[in-house]
């Protein structure tokens, strides 16, 4: 019976047949699955930040789908470096979240790469009319709003309360200068037997602000470097001759760097001051129970001030966003209401809606009181910010770190690893 | 369904030269089984490394769209970039630290089990264990841990962070990939069931050491199987990727120590997003892998020995 045999053949066939349509028209619909769930709005939001960030930012995101019952949040966080690249391979596969929180370092890239929505687009969803116009300013490139300052912050030097109290060294002031640092490091060192400081040589960011003190910038107004391999070489040889003396963190502990408080070596407990961003500083409190206190940076030797007040964070919306009007009513929440103000307090910086600023300033407590005094103290006192700085300046931030990295153990002299950045910025900040 | 099975059955009755339409029933069913590898293979490998070697030529930044420079990414790579070369020293000293480790505490393992009565089976398992462990991400946090400083090691020792040390955070990735020795060895065992008994016995019979047996009969009669354990973990060892950048906390360091090739191929793709460049890296490495590959295999007609040449 030739013919029932073909029959009985055919079927496992068939079978297959079916089965590899299925699979693939499967892996073809899977598309818009996740932004709609249970005829919910699903939105995806993204930041960076400390555990305690996270915390209150979920606090407010809740109340968000508390008060709009129609939208879910999907929120996620990490630390910055991992942020950084997770962010940029969402966005290079076309799958950035819906909300993103973005450094000043990303606006330009993210804005020209096209990933970014023009808050034009959606008018009516986000209120600005309470936002200093200077800072909303920021967020804009070619003239267009891409993303919306949340909050603006300042560099600080974070130090051990009770330790630097307990040694007996002069506390820091206001207009000490980086040479006042040093000694103060120095005595810090003698007095406790530990490191002052975090080895600040690694920091591109306190470099800048070293840099300014002495009248200079990182970039110049064309996008090209704004310093020579003199300055740099001048800046490592300083943090290189603390480092070997002692007085700063020595390069095993500086390495551990990874953008975290945790892996600090003030988080770590390993120095008694670090310099770091005045809101993300709110992380040492839990690892350092006698509290920290925020001072400001150092200035140059004649009295320039070099740290300067940057919008410390931005809100961007996706360009692919199948719910733009959510995702920009999610951040018109974040930003503009009261309860959500006051939930999220100076998390990410002192708020930019001057109107909640002013209202939230008395009800402040704990670190976000530290921050808005610190940054009252030092408010009017300091030169406008630079303008956001050029694409290639997120990867030179890691690149000055390895950089120095080499400096700190003792392969390289400063001169050598600071002509080996700038060939590399160079390269980096071709057209 | 339905359709195929009457179409089957129509056809049936009329199917006059049986053999060649079996014939093309029977391809077309290999191709229908093989069609998910198939396609597998052109979608998720084909397509991107044809794209990749495009982007190679090109300066992608994932963001715009790719702008064709010619050799420039390689010139660069070759001329300018003097983290490069540090990374091809890392990876060229990892490799030669770590697959002749890993083959020497494969081979010492698979023959002590081979000389073993009991507890073979067990033995071999567990031997084999930290293979199915060690490639996951979870295992190589674990050995920064272990080798950081305030680490298991260091209070154990005194030796203080092993992997914040330019001097010896390459050694701590290394011994993670000796750790998992449990491939090769497998293989050896495998191979040494293989020599025949009666080899040793006469070697005996003249008095051979034990030492002089393994030299003589062991190596020689393994050698086909040291050969292939020797261009598996060579090859896999160029490629290594999640140990390092676990234990080097994704930077590559300190001072750069442990920026294997992979991971500064992932630094300047992922980080600074230079696609194209790292594309040229991609290829360069694939390409100097199958350099390596193809001494390896010059080099073995001189010391690989194949029981079949015995007989001619």
Redesign the interface.
Known sequence: M??SR??TS??P??????L?LC??LAGCSGGDASSSAGGKVVLRYTWWGNPDRAARTQEAVDLFEKKNPGIEVQTSFSGY??Y??KL??Q??GGDAPDVMQLDYRMID??A????LMDFAEQPAALDTGEFDAGLLATGKVDGKQYAIPQARGTETVVYDTEQWKASGVELPRQGWTWSDWADAMRALAEKTGKPGATDPGQSEDAFEIWLRGQGKALYTKDRKLGFTADDLARWWTFTDKLRREGVVSS???T??I?GTVE?TPLGRGYVIADTNWDAPSSGFLALIPDGVTLAPMPSGEDGTPGQYFKPSMFMGVSADATHPKESVRLIDFMLNDAEAAKILGATRGIPVNETLRDAIAPELKDFDKTVYDFQASVDGKLEPPPQAPPS?D??LQ?TF??DY??V??E?MSPREAAE?YI??AN??LRP | MTTTQTQAAVRGPKAEVPQKPVRRRREGAAWVFLSPWVLGACVLTLLPMAVSLYLSFTDYDLFNAPNWVGLRNYTQMFTEDPRYWRSVGATLTYVVIAVPLQLALALVVALALKGMKRGRAFYRSAFYAPSLLGASMSIALVWRAIFNDGGTVDNLFGTGGWVNKPGWALFAVALLTVWQFGAPMVIFLAGLQQIPGELYEAAEVDGASRWRQFLSITVPMLSPVIFFNLVLQTIQAFQVFTPAFAVSAGKGGPADSTLFYTLYLYDRGFVASHMGYASAMAWVLLIAIGAVTAVLFRTSRSWVFYASEGDR
């Open positions: 030739p013919g073909t029959r055919f079927r066939r068939a079978a297959a047949t079916a590899a699979v693939v470096d991992a950084k690249q940029a391979t966005a290079a890239q993210y020209s790469g096209g990933v390069a095993e502990q390495s551990q990874d892996n290639g997120s990867a890691t770190q390895r990295d080499q700190s153990y392969r080996n060939t590399e390269a980096e």
